[in-house]
T-cell receptor, first 109, second 115 residues
């Protein structure tokens, strides 16, 4: 069965500090991993996906199949990064995604 | 394309009333998903369709909830009768449904309050 675990419900850092949002997954097939971001009272939007291997808004995430992880990182957090972040796992038919419980990131000035 | 469109954006109703939420997916997408978001339970998948056919409704919490997709450009989620614990933000999302392209595009959500 597919499963996504985001162990931290809340994460607080100060502006300029590094930030890492953890995501672990369980899936027997070939995973497709995503990070979605939701700013206050807005829709979820795609932040990045592992197959594109690009950096968006300074965020990166590396798929580690050995550790079944897809942690989201940013070296210097900004106040505008404060949001809810969801890790999601795809790879099945019909485009279904399995979402983690989400992590609320707060970046303090 | 205007993206996924949902209406209404806000709905306040009284317990026992029928509530209908609407969604227009992105043109050309063949998969549509309904989610519910609450602080306590996070983002829950309620039901999803592919080519207008319901594929999995195991996430629908009770028989009070029903969803339809009469054509490729429209879907509804209905709650009858509504209860205060149904208060949440309901999101609709669509995707192309193609293998290797599972990105979902979300609508702005409907914030439902049941008094």
């Amino acid at each position: 069965a597919q499963r996504v675990t985001q162990p931290e419900k809340l994460l607080s850092v100060f502006k300029g500090a590094p930030v890492e949002l953890k995501c672990n997954y369980s899936y027997s097939g070939s995973p497709e991993l995503f990070w979605y971001v939701q700013y206050s009272r807005q829709r979820l939007q795609l932040l990045l996906r592992h197959i594109s291997r690009e950096s968006i808004k300074g965020f990166t995430a590396d798929l580690n199949k050995g550790e079944t992880s897809f942690h989201l990182k940013k070296p210097f957090a900004q106040e505008e990064d404060s949001a809810m972040y969801y890790c999601a796992l795809g790879g099945t038919s019909y485009g279904k995604l399995t979402f983690g419980q989400g992590t609320i990131l707060t970046v303090h000035p | 394309d205007a993206g996924v469109i949902q209406s209404p954006r806000h709905e306040v109703t009284e317990m026992g009333q029928e509530v209908t939420l609407r969604c227009k997916p992105i043109s050309g997408h063949n998969s549509l998903f309904w989610y519910r978001q609450t602080m306590m339970r996070g983002l829950e998948l309620l039901i999803y369709f592919n080519n207008n056919v319901p594929i999995d409704d195991s996430g629908m919490p009770e028989d009070r909830f029903s969803a339809k997709m009469p054509n490729a450009s429209f879907s509804t989620l209905k709650i009858q009768p509504s209860e205060p614990r149904d208060s949440a933000v309901y999101f609709c999302a669509s995707s192309g449904g193609l293998a290797g392209n599972n990105e979902q595009f979300f609508g702005p959500g409907t914030r439902l309050t049941v008094l």
